[in-house]
């Protein structure tokens, strides 16, 4: 497709209905906003302009927003409707020529290649809009045809009669219009209809009415259209979402014994051979190598990384460390901003006490080394190739365990070897 695209996300609602402070658009779907969700997906079309429209929480979701770049952020100022929204929007593209896609903020289902499809559908008519037929239309638009199935336009329920409430094929919401059409279809929308609003559903009439076509497209996958209003409705997205993610991982070889009960964010690596065993958490950005062992009950944080054939077992928490190669927790342990060399063995209750309650600090673990159970490395802390702690340790800050050398007590000091292990006097 040659023609420039702009995506216009409507994101200036309220949200009152999920009864939380967060701005809807911001609440977290595995790892992403639901705005972010939306914006990954179309950025996927590789659009000319992105015009996102806020209003209410603006300021923190625009600073969720600072990290990307190409997005235009309009302020519609007190939302009087869709179709507000896109006039508004619209005025940022003074002079586009091409193809406007309208999605929503709060529909994070919706897959680049729908969005695709309704853009290849569009064709020459003026706009193409997504339907979909819900096990539940109760409040969506209504999507009106005549009797030979030509689309006449869109009721929203509230303004539907008895009849036209019984149409079960409802308006997705999502639209692709030339934007040259566009234009003047939006410039006389009126706010007479049960809500006081400017309809963006109001476009297909009027573009009907001025002789343009309009198409069609049905969503196969009703679950796509699925928005969120409600903290239950997130509840039901994340779910649809979690598979998506676990499916792919699965595809790619990544033994995960129960989808059920295994949580797993977007932007996570996951070598093949790797297993990841129930009740593990794996957040957002963490690197998984290869015939690597995870959980049952693991916690992977923000910027875990498990080199291949490493093994982080039950009820131990990685955050911000590097575990290398056949490096092992298996139990009741914390790494936070440690780096683990080749073949560790961190014995069952080990913690890196990274925070003196100012600063995070780092702990540093050789190739081969043996920390033994319930040893508590206290942060900055250097702990050689090949080195050992007694069971209990408690090895000081700054107190560097040399390679090979063996640290017991508390707190932890040098075990002299023996006469024996010396060897004979010179
Ligand atoms: C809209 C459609 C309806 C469709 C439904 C699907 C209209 C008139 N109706 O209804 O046919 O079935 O979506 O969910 O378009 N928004 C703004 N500014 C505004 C109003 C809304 O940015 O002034 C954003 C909201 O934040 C939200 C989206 O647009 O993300 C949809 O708004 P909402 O008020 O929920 O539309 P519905 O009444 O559900
Ligand atoms: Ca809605």
């Given at each position: 497709?040659?023609?420039?695209?702009?995506?216009?996300?409507?994101?200036?609602?309220?949200?009152?209905?999920?009864?939380?402070?967060?701005?809807?658009?911001?609440?977290?779907?595995?790892?992403?906003?639901?705005?972010?969700?939306?914006?990954?997906?179309?950025?996927?079309?590789?659009?000319?302009?992105?015009?996102?429209?806020?209003?209410?929480?603006?300021?923190?979701?625009?600073?969720?927003?600072?990290?990307?770049?190409?997005?235009?952020?309009?302020?519609?100022?007190?939302?009087?409707?869709?179709?507000?929204?896109?006039?508004?929007?619209?005025?940022?593209?003074?002079?586009?020529?091409?193809?406007?896609?309208?999605?929503?903020?709060?529909?994070?289902?919706?897959?680049?290649?729908?969005?695709?499809?309704?853009?290849?559908?569009?064709?020459?008519?003026?706009?193409?809009?997504?339907?979909?037929?819900?096990?539940?239309?109760?409040?969506?638009?209504?999507?009106?045809?005549?009797?030979?199935?030509?689309?006449?336009?869109?009721?929203?329920?509230?303004?539907?009669?008895?009849?036209?409430?019984?149409?079960?094929?409802?308006?997705?919401?999502?639209?692709?219009?030339?934007?040259?059409?566009?234009?003047?279809?939006?410039?006389?929308?009126?706010?007479?209809?049960?809500?006081?609003?400017?309809?963006?559903?109001?476009?297909?009439?009027?573009?009907?009415?001025?002789?343009?076509?309009?198409?069609?497209?049905?969503?196969?996958?009703?679950?796509e259209?699925?928005?969120?209003?409600s903290?239950?409705?997130?509840?039901?997205?994340?779910?649809?979402?979690?598979?998506r993610?676990?499916?792919?991982?699965?595809?790619?070889?990544?033994?995960?014994e129960?989808?059920?009960?295994?949580?797993?964010?977007h932007?996570?690596?996951?070598?093949?051979?790797?297993?990841?065993?129930?009740?593990?958490?794996?957040?957002?950005?963490?690197?998984?190598?290869?015939?690597?062992?995870?959980?049952?009950?693991?916690?992977l944080?923000?910027?875990?990384?498990?080199?291949?054939?490493?093994?982080?077992?039950?009820?131990?928490?990685v955050?911000?460390?590097?575990?290398?190669?056949?490096?092992?927790?298996?139990?009741?342990?914390?790494?936070?901003?440690?780096?683990?060399?080749?073949?560790?063995?961190?014995?069952?209750?080990?913690?890196?006490?990274?925070?003196?309650g100012?600063?995070?600090?780092?702990?540093?673990?050789?190739?081969?080394?043996?920390?033994?159970?319930?040893?508590?490395?206290?942060?900055?802390?250097?702990?050689?190739?090949?080195?050992?702690?007694?069971?209990?340790?408690?090895?000081?800050?700054?107190?560097?365990?040399?390679?090979?050398?063996?640290?017991?007590?508390?707190p932890?000091?040098?075990?002299?070897?023996?006469?024996?292990?010396?060897?004979?006097?010179?």
């Amino acid at each position: 497709m040659n023609r420039p695209l702009a995506v216009l996300v409507l994101a200036a609602g309220l949200g009152k209905r999920t009864k939380v402070s967060l701005p809807k658009v911001m609440l977290p779907l595995c790892g992403r906003t639901l705005l972010g969700t939306v914006l990954d997906e179309v950025a996927a079309l590789a659009p000319a302009r992105t015009v996102v429209v806020l209003h209410h929480g603006r300021e923190k979701v625009e600073a969720s927003l600072a990290a990307r770049g190409g997005l235009t952020i309009v302020d519609q100022g007190a939302p009087r409707g869709t179709g507000h929204a896109v006039q508004v929007a619209m005025a940022a593209l003074e002079g586009f020529v091409g193809d406007v896609l309208v999605c929503y903020g709060d529909m994070p289902l919706l897959r680049s290649e729908t969005y695709a499809a309704l853009r290849a559908a569009r064709g020459d008519a003026a706009a193409a809009l997504l339907t979909a037929l819900p096990d539940d239309p109760t409040g969506l638009g209504r999507i009106l045809r005549d009797e030979s199935g030509a689309v006449l336009g869109i009721r929203e329920e509230r303004d539907c009669s008895d009849d036209e409430r019984a149409i079960e094929e409802i308006n997705v919401g999502v639209y692709c219009y030339d934007a040259a059409a566009l234009r003047p279809a939006l410039a006389n929308l009126s706010a007479q209809n049960a809500q006081g609003e400017l309809y963006l559903t109001d476009t297909i009439g009027n573009l009907l009415a001025a002789g343009h076509a309009v198409e069609t497209v049905e969503l196969d996958d009703a679950d796509e259209a699925l928005g969120v209003n409600s903290l239950q409705q997130l509840a039901l997205a994340r779910a649809v979402m979690q598979d998506r993610i676990l499916e792919r991982h699965l595809a790619n070889g990544v033994m995960i014994e129960d989808p059920a009960t295994t949580w797993i964010d977007h932007d996570v690596v996951i070598g093949r051979d790797t297993r990841v065993l129930p009740c593990s958490v794996i957040r957002k950005g963490v690197v998984i190598g290869a015939g690597c062992e995870v959980g049952p009950f693991a916690h992977l944080r923000e910027n875990a990384v498990l080199e291949d054939g490493a093994e982080i077992g039950n009820f131990v928490e990685v955050k911000k460390s590097r575990v290398g190669r056949r490096s092992k927790a298996k139990h009741l342990a914390y790494l936070g901003d440690a780096e683990l060399g080749e073949g560790v063995n961190i014995g069952a209750g080990t913690i890196t006490a990274n925070y003196d309650g100012k600063h995070k600090h780092r702990t540093v673990v050789g190739d081969g080394a043996f920390v033994g159970s319930g040893t508590v490395l206290v942060a900055p802390l250097q702990v050689g190739k090949g080195a050992t702690t007694g069971a209990g340790a408690v090895v000081r800050r700054n107190s560097p365990v040399g390679e090979g050398e063996t640290w017991v007590g508390v707190p932890a000091r040098r075990l002299e070897k023996s006469a024996h292990e010396r060897g004979p006097k010179a």
